[in-house]
């Protein structure tokens, strides 16, 4: 119902945990666990959320919000039990690629916001309705579609010909700032960045980077629709190499004309590179543009609703969550409702922090 060691502690409201319980039910868990039963009568987390609250008693908004959800959990633990995500995309994450960055100097901004950046990347993709898995550097990446590539400022042996390869061989890649500037000891690389062979995938070289100060911004002009985003933080001045595209332009400063966003043909599959820090309308551009050369299917959500699906030989369960504090109609697959025990023939309401889990048998 709330933490304890937070500035401000506030409550979750009514359904937001039954709704956040199903977010992750539907990323792929078995279990959904909860800490504490009691609330403690000493120690520092005596004030922290329980299930049963100081009063001892079953009366209260908590208590009958967990039995519910333990009511249906029994009811849909049959059907799901075992099924998996099948993710179509991925993103990478390395925490040594991160204490890289958070001990480079020459940047100038002492938060490099590798987190913040994937989080805004991850939710474009969220409100695509696209699963997508967080890989380290070891992972396997021929079984999807798409690679998303977020300031992986290091790149360690192996990876970038992993990389190659797999663009070559039909995959999509979306890099962005920062890419392939230092190897495994952040010795930099040398011939140009993003260096480790990346230049010939992208089709691109980063010849300097700009880093604008706090309150400071550039804008990026996309050149087929006019449509513009902002920027903040970086801007790499990019150099194409013959034959890549410029998606996008910057608008502002002494580079103003120059590339910002680029796409390469490389091989069978395609490589976009995005080159400053765009904002949420920039980056869902390029995102869209990617998922479509990768054939990944997108979903039309409102905003603040999920979509998450759990597979299994017989069976898909599509599952919709509303994050938000209004009801929403969102289109979904006909279907029984494991939830509320009910048909839904292709759309419903969901009230606030509401879900929905629909069944559809596959032959």
């Known amino acids: 119902s709330q933490q304890n060691w937070q500035k401000y502690n506030s409550l979750k409201r009514p359904g937001q945990m039954r709704a956040q319980s199903y977010q992750t039910l539907a990323h792929g868990a078995d279990t959904i666990q909860f800490f504490q039963l009691r609330r403690s009568v000493g120690g520092c987390e005596k004030f922290h959320g329980a299930v049963i609250a100081h009063a001892g008693t079953e009366n209260t908004r908590v208590f009958r919000e967990v039995s519910q959800l333990g009511e249906e959990l029994a009811r849909l633990g049959r059907d799901i039990l075992g ?10 994450f390395d925490w040594d690629n991160r204490w890289a960055l958070d001990d480079a100097w020459g940047m100038q901004i002492k938060q490099k916001n590798l987190r913040e950046t994937c989080c805004q990347l991850y939710a474009q993709l969220n409100h695509c309705g696209v699963e997508t898995d967080v890989v380290g550097v070891d992972a396997d990446l021929n ?63 980063a010849s300097e980077l700009d880093t604008l100060y706090p309150g400071e911004g550039n804008r990026a002009i996309w050149v087929k629709s006019s449509q513009q985003s902002s920027i903040k933080d970086y801007c790499e001045l990019l150099q194409p190499a013959e034959g890549t595209e410029v998606v996008a332009v910057y608008g502002q400063d002494f580079y103003s004309g120059h590339a910002a966003v680029t796409h390469h043909v490389f091989g069978k599959g395609h490589a976009y590179y995005i080159g400053a820090r765009l904002d949420d309308a920039g980056n869902a551009a390029v995102l869209r543009a990617a998922l479509a050369d990768a054939k990944v299917h997108l979903r039309d959500l409102p905003q ?27 289109q979904v697959e006909s279907g029984a409702d494991l939830l509320s025990g009910k048909n839904v023939l292709g759309s419903m309401e969901l009230k606030p922090y509401d879900a929905c889990a629909i069944e559809e048998k596959v032959k």
């Open 83 to 92: 099924t998996e995500n099948r993710a179509e995309v991925a993103m990478i």
């Open 143 to 205: 079984r999807y579609k798409l690679v998303v590539l977020p300031m992986l400022f290091m790149t360690k042996p192996g990876f970038a010909q992993k990389i190659r390869e797999y663009v070559e061989n039909g995959g999509t890649v979306v890099a962005t700032y920062l890419l392939g500037y230092v190897d495994e000891s952040t010795l930099c690389w040398l011939g140009g960045f993003p260096g480790d062979g990346l230049r010939e995938v992208f089709g691109v070289t």
């Open 304 to 330: 603040g609703v999920e979509y998450h699906c759990r597979e299994s030989e017989n069976a898909r369960y599509h599952f919709y969550i509303n994050t938000t504090q209004s009801a929403v109609k969102v």
